[in-house]
């Protein structure tokens, strides 16, 4: 490394030298374990699978999700103007009823007293 | 050593005799290299077990046109790297966290006797940085060129060359510090 430093080219030199020879059993210790870890993978490869194909499914909901929850944010929200109840009993209200019902004010004074006279009727 | 690149392409189709051929023909090789890293026989041969187990678990990865020894090559050092690092974090981690004792104990360095005193230089040596380290250790311990370390390492000669530069200062730094340590 250094030219200038000979004690640590010497020691450079010293750690060339040790080595780590592998033993007689190591191909088979490697094989071993190898194939303990393969045995190891397909017991959980099941539950893997169910992950694994589990997440598609996961993704495609919060698409549709985020996709209907955008929907609502931006599209103005209309409501109906009467629902079921109201459309069947509509044909058999007075005026006076409907503007009772509907809770709208009444627009003259003949009005008014057409709700008040329907009021005190009931 | 004669390599037949078939025996990578029979590994890939699940040969187990190719996968035990290729343990047989690159373990010395893979073997010396943790060598350069680690010092107890136990990790070198922990590490090299490992090593082999990610190159039969990513050997779908080597083309057969790949250069399989150089792929081995980076597998293993990408794998002394991490493990360096882990120890690095779990020695940081036990000089903050562990017993209050042991901190106390350790304020000075300890330089073990070492035939042709080169204690000093290991102790130097392993207190630095992975980054800094590793390429060192390949220019220096296993001779190799500034090309083939950036080719390991997945970065380019000039990141090689400036870590080399910084190895170098840092161990220079280390040395006077623990020689002037040890003489006063």
Excluded at chain 1, 40 to 69: H, K, S, T, Y
Excluded at chain 2, 110 to 137: C, H, S, W, Y
Excluded at chain 2, 154 to 163: E, F, H, L, P
């Amino acid at each position: 490394m250094n030219p200038k430093n000979p004690k640590l080219d010497e020691f450079f030199k010293s750690e060339r030298s040790r080595v780590f020879e592998p033993g007689p059993y190591f191909v088979q210790r490697v094989m071993a374990r190898l194939a303990e870890q393969i045995a190891a993978q397909r017991e959980n490869g099941i539950w893997d699978g169910v992950v694994a194909g589990a997440r598609p499914v996961f993704a495609l909901a919060m698409v549709l999700l985020l996709g209907i929850i955008a929907i609502q944010l931006f599209l103005p929200e209309t409501m109906p103007e009467r629902g079921p109840i109201d459309a069947v009993l509509a044909p058999e209200q007075t005026e006076g009823e409907h503007l009772i019902f509907t809770g709208t004010e009444p627009s003259n004074l003949e009005l008014e007293k057409m709700i008040i006279i329907t009021e005190d009727g009931q | 050593m004669t390599f037949e690149p078939e025996l990578v392409i029979r590994a890939q189709a699940g040969d187990v005799t190719a996968q035990e051929e290729l343990v047989r023909q690159f373990s010395p090789m893979v073997f010396r290299l943790v060598s350069r890293f680690f010092r107890h026989r136990e990790d070198v041969e922990d590490l090299a077990q490992d090593v082999f187990y990610k190159v039969f678990t990513r050997i779908d990865q080597v083309r057969p046109d790949e250069n399989f020894p150089g792929w081995l090559r980076r597998v293993t050092i990408n794998t002394c790297y991490d493990e360096l690092r882990r120890t690095r974090r779990r020695n940081a981690a036990f000089e903050i966290y562990g017993p209050q004792q042991e901190t106390e104990t350790v304020a000075a360095v300890e330089v073990p006797a070492e035939p042709g005193d080169f204690g000093i230089a290991r102790v130097a040596l392993e207190a630095l940085d992975p980054k800094l380290k590793i390429p060192l250790i390949l220019k220096e311990v296993e001779e190799l060129s500034v090309a083939e370390i950036a080719l390991s390492l997945g970065i380019t000669q000039t990141n090689v060359k400036v870590r080399l530069f910084r190895a170098r200062k840092k161990l220079a730094a280390s040395l006077t510090s623990l020689t002037e340590g040890r003489k006063s």
